[in-house]
């Protein structure tokens, strides 16, 4: 009997994960190792249980559930996401490629099959780096880009440290850091952005990933009477801010291409409406599929910094928050993943993700690659985030297809 998606099974987990962290907004929000987030995880880990997987969970909260293969010294498959959630997440960002994975293993063991290679299910802490950054943390430790000591001892936005969260939450594993380690890492995932949805296309096969720059910049100038203070006079860090922002979208325009721009977060002190700003705090995300032009975009950011200190009498520093370079994913991989496809009738297209992932961090220890689903308009990171059904079916039967060739390949 061979394996089949169970479409109304994958959708019900989705519904019922989507459900936790839910705002009256109808956002989604598990920021990492939050109560909401350890609900999740704890979802997660009952369905894995269910499943019959052996689940482990590494220092930094990685979630792992193998599903042995024959084979036990062949190394597995991995496939997974995350569960952590921006503050207005939508249903799917990251669920998608853990439950879709948790399907791949019931639709394995409803047919019986066994397969050589082991399939692993991975649970990927703080992907989204919005409580704590960088962003696709668990993943960048799992590899070993970023010393697990140093990830532990990471503060977040709201001044918790990341390591005692983890133990708060119960997620500080023992389990040995960066195994299993895995023959092949696919990822099912919505792409989050408008290419698939506007050419009406079903299925990417992703094949690189753009390089992504966050920093902080914290700005200091002088508070003073709104009313009073000529305007020769000012020292605004509000005005400074704002400045920045336009500064970063009018450089993105001007390099066109794939280069992008957000500042995305703007704390200001004292945040009064008669107070001209003492201090502000806010994020710079630059992204471009081209490491020469994301270095310039950074230093023409840089210079323009240094210009506005000197122009309105503040002082800024830069502190970096995440910095990788573009990833390019095994071409072997994405061509399995285009045959899937055309064996299930399903259009496809080659593409590059927008957005950073986990697999851009298990690419530097393996053979992967993504696959991706429309987003309808486009739109994510926003609680109006929606995949068609039927194309989330599409992308599991597809990640179905693609692990099972991997799990029965020899070395
Ligand atoms: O920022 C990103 O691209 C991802 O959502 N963490
Ligand atoms: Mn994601
Ligand atoms: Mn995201």
């Known amino acids: ?33 939050t ?7 704890d979802q997660v880990v009952a369905w894995m249980r269910e499943l019959g997987l052996a689940v482990s969970v590494d220092p930094i909260g990685n979630i792992f559930g193998l599903r042995a293969g024959r084979n036990p010294a062949l190394a597995p ?60 943390l668990g993943s960048l430790v799992f590899v070993g ?25 119960g997620y500080a594993g023992t389990a040995p850091l960066g195994l299993p380690r895995p023959h092949a890492y696919v990822e099912l995932h919505i792409e989050q952005g408008p290419v698939l949805d506007a050419e009406g296309i079903r299925i990417g096969a992703v094949e690189d990933l753009q390089g992504i720059s966050w920093q902080a910049l914290h700005i200091r100038g002088q508070s003073n009477h709104a009313g009073t203070t000529p305007m020769r006079l000012r020292h605004d860090a509000g005005y400074a801010a704002a400045r920045v922002a336009c500064f ?50 950074e230093s023409r950011l840089a210079d323009f910094l240094l210009q506005l200190a000197d122009t309105e009498g503040v002082s800024i520093e830069r502190r970096p928050l995440a910095r990788f370079e573009p990833v390019s ?31 851009q961090m298990l690419a530097r220890i ?8 429309p987003s309808v308009g486009g739109i994510s990171h926003n609680p109006a985030e929606h995949t068609e059904p039927d194309d989330l079916l599409a992308g599991a039967q597809v990640l179905l297809g693609t692990l099972l060739a991997l799990c029965n390949e020899g070395d």
């Open 366 to 373: 393996c053979p992967t690659a993504m696959i991706f689903v």
């Open 77 to 136: 498959v991995m496939t997974g996401s995350h569960i952590d959630t921006v503050r207005t997440g939508g249903a799917y960002d990251g669920n998608l490629g853990v439950l879709a994975g948790l399907e791949v293993v019931a639709a394995l063991n409803d047919a019986g099959v066994e397969t050589e290679r082991g399939l692993v299910v991975g649970v990927f802490t703080d992907e989204e780096g919005a409580r704590f950054a960088p962003d696709m």
């Open 35 to 41: 109560d909401a987030d350890r609900e999740g995880r």
């Open 145 to 169: 880009g970023l010393a697990l000591d140093d990830a532990l001892a990471i503060r977040a936005i709201d001044g918790a440290i990341l390591g005692e969260e983890l133990q708060r939450i």
């Open 1 to 33: 009997m061979s394996p089949a998606i169970d479409g109304p099974r994958l959708l019900q987990r989705l519904a019922a994960l989507a459900d936790i962290g839910r705002q009256p907004s109808g956002a989604c929000c598990r920021l990492a190792l």
């Open 248 to 297: 970063v979208r009018e450089l993105a325009i001007e390099m066109g291409g794939s280069q992008v721009a957000t500042v995305g977060k703007v704390d200001l002190v004292p945040n009064l409406v008669n107070v001209i700003a003492a201090q502000a705090t806010l994020t710079v995300d630059l992204r471009n599929t081209d490491e020469v032009l994301l270095r310039s975009a």
């Open 329 to 359: 994913f095994d071409p072997g991989i994405a061509a399995r993943i285009e045959a899937v496809a055309d064996r299930l009738g399903l259009s496809r297209r080659r593409m590059t993700s927008g957005a950073g992932h986990d697999a």
